[in-house]
């Protein structure tokens, strides 16, 4: 696994803006960008008494989240991931999966989850079933990523939640 930084800030408008001036004048935007930008919606899953938030609300050094991801509304590419932290580090372990599996695993439908080739998929199915991990939250929001060397920095915007766990 390879280990990050990974800094969050909070900024004003004021602020965005400036700093995506500056930016564009030093940096590339990311190649998976659509006009500079683009669109992210997580299906975040959890125990039914919150442990992943309240663990990232209590600053837990060592802890572990799963989710669905897409990108641009394009369900033909969906991920499982696992974003895992360390102290200060974090990391990523993905799979990918059909739209037809992600829409299983969110109705429940996960036996099929126990077999599959993929390490990632059959370890969602163990927590599943062992600590009773279910979909909790989508998150949807705008990154606009901008690439300089080995950095990557983004903006993040238009950020909204919903608690229907749908795709």
């Known amino acids: 696994m390879k280990y990050r930084h990974e800094l969050k800030h909070e900024i004003t408008t004021a602020d965005m803006i ?19 930008k683009y669109l992210i919606r997580s299906l975040y899953f959890d125990t039914p008494t919150d442990k992943a938030l309240l663990e990232k609300q209590s600053g837990v050094s060592r802890r572990a989240k799963f989710r669905i991801r897409y990108y641009n509304g394009d369900r033909s590419v969906i991920h499982l991931e ?3 932290k360390v102290g200060g580090l974090g990391c990523k372990i993905s799979a990918d999966l059909s739209e037809e599996q992600a ?12 077999d599959s080739e993929d390490e990632l998929i059959r370890e969602l199915y163990s927590r599943m079933v062992s600590e009773r991990l279910e979909p909790k939250v989508i998150v ?28």
């Not at 564009?24 to 998976?32: I, K, L, Q, W, Y």
């Not at 829409?103 to 126990?114: A, E, F, L, T, Y």
């Not at 705008?142 to 983004?154: C, L, Q, V």
């Open 18 to 36: 400036t700093i995506r001036q500056r930016l564009r004048a030093v940096a590339e935007p990311d190649r998976h960008a659509v006009d500079g």
């Open 82 to 84: 696992k974003k895992c």
């Open 103 to 114: 829409g299983s695993i969110v109705n429940g439908d996960i036996q099929w989850m126990k």
């Open 140 to 167: 949807d929001y705008t990154r606009e990523p901008f690439i300089y060397s080995i950095i990557r920095s983004s903006l993040i915007s238009s950020i909204q939640t919903d608690i229907s766990p749908t795709l």
